[in-house]
């Protein structure tokens, strides 16, 4: 079956089912047309004229969302009304009409494609993720210039169940058909906290993102049967598969009762090992979910969105107060500030990015920090600030030397230093942790626990540069795992070193959210995992069926295996005979839950 499974990234659950309806929403071809000094003012009224047209048509699809899915997610459709009115690009716009003579969708086009040249190459994922709604609006916009329909969808609107596909999902097209038209979604672009996504999860839409060759394979009619669980597409399913399919249904809903009946109890082996499982926040709108998923805490709040198409860099007020927020929502435990992770594949419009032959080896991370005090200063001042009767954390990304971390204590101290003169209420300090993030640092792990207060390790990078794997690399994707035996010992010895220095050591990577994996973690001794909100009750049920001996035995095994597979092998070993493999392996034969016949 495999040949006919395509496969991305699970970001709405439930299994859908039925033909495909390929929806190539793309920029429109633009024809280069100028106008003569007396049609200025008539195409600057056009323009006008297309932005309230656009802005009514996301109106309609703003009060669609609010009726069926709420007021929080209706405000997706704010954020593209904003763009679409900007005053700044409509005003550049203006100018191109004016001065340089050319049409309204002429001058459009032009601007439209400066500043997504400009945000796609900040290489930020939020940003990119927020460059989709921006090419909606767009796309709308010149559709509208170029007098032709001003819908996703035109007017193919199918007559019955249908899984959408597309390069790219707006929401727009996520919520123009009637739900009981559209079965689910695929897209080739897209992660689990762009807006489709979101929107598509709230309204119960099963719906696959990441699927970078799908257009490739699939066609309009072509038969789906999509799992937005595991991410798995199969083309033109046949009878068998989908009876195993409604056999995964069954079983997936046996298992959501199972782990809402543990919601409320401890996360602790049957043998008595405690687990705390802490939350990776990335967005502010993942806090409240966080909380109502029970995590103990925040093992990695992610900064950069603050960052995400602002010209301006934000306030030190502004980062006081949401670091606030967010310890606020969890009194009882510690939530921990990552400082800005810039560069790589994030850097912001309001920072000035360099060209590099390779950025994920270049100016990143705590080395642009450093570089850059006043960007640096602001936020350790506003993490000071915020940790007035609050359980605040500090954790420095990509840390490769000593020097780093005693560069930032200073930092710290002379800031609280600074902010007690100032009579400011401010913590005298705060803990300052690391993310263990290369070969580099375990290496020197020992030298690095003797100056920071804990470790967390980030196995998604740890991984790529262990293995020397392009994480984003297609080709090499089944060379991305963090079974290898390099990075399985390499966490053991990173490990070693916290505990022989008595400071704390958790993950707060992939590795920990995916079950299999997270057994093997539990086994080498690490008793912190933070991982994305929704998984956090489905892992706390698999901590509580599997004992700790199984763990550790498995980690032992693993640490002397030759490959990848001889350690998946030895993982579903131990954890075969206390948990269904059918239900914990994410690649398996399309388990799935929600069903839609």
């Not at 050319?102 to 997504?116: G, I």
């Not at 400009?118 to 007098?147: C, F, H, K, P, Y």
């Not at 994707?477 to 050591?505: N, W, Y």
Request: glycine content about 6%.
């Amino acid at each position: 079956m495999s040949e006919r499974v395509l496969r991305g990234i699970g970001v709405s659950p439930g299994l859908a089912y039925g033909p495909a309806m390929v929806v190539d929403w793309r920029f429109p071809d633009v024809p280069d047309r100028g106008i003569g000094p007396d049609q200025v003012d008539a195409e600057i009224l056009r323009l006008r004229s297309a932005v309230e047209q656009v802005v009514r048509h996301l109106e309609t699809l703003r009060q669609r969302v609010r009726e069926r899915a709420g007021a929080e997610e209706s405000n997706i459709f704010e954020a593209q009304i904003l763009m679409a009115r900007d005053p700044e690009f409509i005003g550049a716009c203006e100018h191109l009409i004016r001065k340089n003579l050319l049409s309204a969708e002429t001058a459009y086009e032009f601007k439209a494609l400066e500043v997504r040249v400009a945000w796609s190459g900040t290489g930020n994922m939020r940003l990119r993720e927020r460059l989709a709604d921006l090419s909606a609006v767009q796309i709308r916009m010149l559709r509208v210039l170029l007098g032709e329909q001003d819908d996703e969808l035109e007017l193919s609107q199918p007559d019955g169940p249908v899984v959408i596909v597309a390069h790219e999902l707006s929401p727009g097209l996520t919520v123009q058909l009637d739900r009981d038209r559209l079965a689910g979604l695929v897209s080739e672009e897209g992660t689990r906290t762009s807006h489709a996504a979101i929107l598509a999860h709230s309204l119960g839409i099963p719906a696959v993102m990441g699927v970078s060759d799908a257009l490739s394979h699939v066609r309009t009619g072509t038969v789906l049967l999509i799992d937005g669980s595991s991410g798995n597409v199969l083309l033109d399913p046949d009878p068998a598969d989908l009876r195993e399919a409604s056999t995964q249904v069954s079983r997936r809903r046996k298992l959501e009762l199972e782990v809402e009946s543990v919601a409320d109890l401890p996360s602790e082996t049957p043998d008595g090992r405690r687990v705390q499982l802490m939350a990776n926040v990335d967005l502010p709108e993942e806090i409240d979910l966080a909380v109502r998923s029970g995590a103990e805490g925040v093992g990695l709040v992610r900064t950069e969105f603050m960052l995400t198409g602002r010209t301006m860099l934000p306030s030190e007020d502004d980062q006081a107060d949401y670091f606030r927020r967010v310890a606020t929502a969890f009194p009882r435990y510690p939530v921990t500030i990552r400082t800005y992770d810039l560069g790589g594949d994030k850097f912001p419009v309001a920072f000035e990015a360099p060209v590099e032959a390779n950025p994920f080896l270049g100016w990143r991370s705590i080395r642009v920090c450093l570089d850059h005090p006043e960007v640096f200063r602001p936020q350790l001042r506003a993490l000071l600030r915020g940790a007035v009767h609050q359980n605040l954390r500090a954790m420095l990304p990509l840390v490769t030397r000593v020097d780093e971390i005693r560069r930032t204590r200073a930092i710290l101290e002379e800031e609280a230093q600074l902010l007690a003169r100032a009579g400011i209420p401010a913590a005298a300090t705060i803990p300052l942790g690391i993310m263990m993030e290369t070969p580099a640092a375990a290496v020197i792990a020992d030298r690095l626990a003797q100056e920071c207060d804990f470790f967390s390790v980030g196995t998604n990078d740890l991984t790529q540069y262990t293995l020397a794997v392009d994480r984003g690399n297609a080709r090499l994707a089944s060379r991305f795992t963090p079974q290898d035996p390099a990075v399985v010992r390499l966490l053991k010895q990173v490990m070693d070193a916290a505990r022989a220095h008595g400071i704390e050591c958790g993950v707060c990577g992939e590795m920990a959210s995916e079950p299999l994996t997270a057994v093997l973690l539990i086994g080498l001794d690490y008793t912190s995992l933070s991982i994305a909100p929704p998984s956090l009750r489905l892992l706390k049920w698999l901590i509580r069926q599997i004992p700790y001996s199984a763990c550790r035995a498995a980690a032992h095994e693993a640490l002397d295996a030759d490959g990848p597979a001889e350690v998946d092998a030895i993982l579903k070993h131990h954890v075969s005979p206390h948990v269904d493999l059918r239900l914990v392996d994410p690649h398996g034969p399309l388990p799935a839950r929600g069903a839609r016949t």
